[in-house]
């Protein structure tokens, strides 16, 4: 009898202990949660303190490598088919940026995401049968973790994290954490293109109005042709240029 008593109460000894396990668990999850959500203002504050593509482009990297305490932080952008490395931070960043690599080559973490858009992670990468060991390799991945860029619901491009010393690195928090800080990098990335297509339409609209205000003020042929090569020259930039007219009763250039 005294033996089936102790047996009851160290059997209930190990639930509680393993209630409590649970308990903590939980706890320390919450913890971390809220940890993230904190952590994750100041970088939504970042990424939104500029419009330049450029620098968008390079807070996205910087903040990431330091949320996630990884050591390479890259950025494919989908151009048609191709993604195109356009930024980049931490271990070999100067490799990647200007990487150009098939959309459509599933091997690469990056086209998985921009196909799936979704966070995926793998672990183990160097034998991992869902990498690209090309890429791996290339890049010292032992881990890695790719982040869609969603605008409207379509994926314009992957932020890439890789770590280069542990293996088993990434887990399903960070997939959590991944999906709000992809969400607040796409709506940094779709307002910094909004911003370069209205001055770049801009600067359109002003150069075809000094022309055509130019053009009213001339008279003669060679004030129009003159008028013209100045406002081509003024809006390329270049130290000069020559207009050649065709005459074609006399069948030579002027």
Same mark, same amino acid.
């Given at each position: 009898?005294?033996?089936?008593?102790?047996?009851?109460?160290?059997?209930?000894?190990?639930?509680?202990?393993?209630?409590?396990?649970?308990?903590?668990?939980?706890?320390?999850?919450?913890?971390?949660?809220?940890?993230?959500?904190?952590?994750?203002?100041?970088?939504?504050?970042?990424?939104?303190?500029?419009?330049?593509?450029?620098?968008?482009?390079?807070?996205?990297?910087?903040?990431?490598?330091?949320?996630?305490?990884?050591?390479?932080?890259?950025?494919?952008?989908?151009?048609?088919?191709?993604?195109?490395?356009?930024?980049?931070?931490?271990?070999?960043?100067?490799?990647?940026?200007?990487?150009?690599?098939?959309?459509?080559? @599933?091997? %690469?973490?990056?086209? #998985?995401?921009?196909?799936?858009?979704? +966070? *995926?992670? !793998?672990?183990? /990468?160097?034998?991992?049968?869902?990498?690209?060991?090309?890429?791996?390799?290339?890049?010292?991945?032992?881990?890695?973790?790719?982040?869609?860029?969603?605008?409207?619901?379509?994926?314009?491009?992957? @932020?890439? %994290?890789?770590?280069? #010393?542990?293996?088993?690195?990434?887990? +399903? *928090?960070? !997939?959590?954490? /991944?999906?709000?800080?992809?969400?607040?990098?796409?709506?940094?990335?779709?307002?910094?293109?909004?911003?370069?297509?209205?001055?770049?339409?801009?600067?359109?609209?002003?150069?075809?109005?000094?022309?055509?205000?130019?053009?009213?003020?001339?008279?003669?042929?060679?004030?129009?042709?003159?008028?013209?090569?100045?406002?081509?020259?003024?809006?390329?930039?270049?130290?000069?240029?020559?207009?050649?007219?065709?005459?074609?009763?006399?069948?030579?250039?002027?």
């Amino acid at each position: 009898a005294m033996f089936v008593i102790l047996l009851l109460i160290v059997r209930r000894g190990d639930q509680l202990l393993a209630e409590r396990t649970a308990t903590l668990q939980r706890q320390e999850a919450l913890l971390e949660r809220a940890r993230v959500a904190e952590a994750l203002v100041p970088i939504g504050l970042a990424m939104g303190a500029t419009l330049e593509l450029d620098q968008v482009l390079d807070i996205i990297c910087r903040e990431s490598l330091k949320l996630f305490g990884v050591d390479s932080a890259f950025l494919w952008l989908r151009e048609g088919d191709a993604l195109v490395g356009r930024a980049g931070g931490g271990h070999k960043r100067e490799q990647f940026i200007g990487l150009r690599q098939s959309a459509h080559d @599933l091997s %690469l973490l990056g086209a #998985r995401v921009v196909r799936e858009r979704r +966070p *995926l992670f !793998v672990n183990h /990468a160097p034998t991992s049968p869902d990498t690209n060991p090309a890429m791996v390799t290339r890049f010292d991945a032992r881990a890695i973790l790719g982040v869609p860029l969603l605008s409207e619901d379509e994926a314009v491009g992957a @932020l890439i %994290l890789i770590d280069t #010393r542990h293996e088993e690195r990434f887990a +399903p *928090l960070d !997939v959590e954490v /991944a999906t709000i800080f992809g969400q607040q990098a796409a709506m940094a990335l779709t307002h910094a293109r909004l911003y370069a297509t209205i001055n770049r339409q801009l600067h359109e609209l002003g150069t075809l109005l000094s022309v055509s205000t130019a053009l009213r003020q001339a008279v003669t042929r060679q004030q129009v042709t003159q008028t013209l090569l100045q406002q081509i020259t003024d809006t390329l930039g270049a130290s000069g240029g020559a207009v050649s007219i065709i005459n074609h009763e006399r069948r030579e250039i002027e």
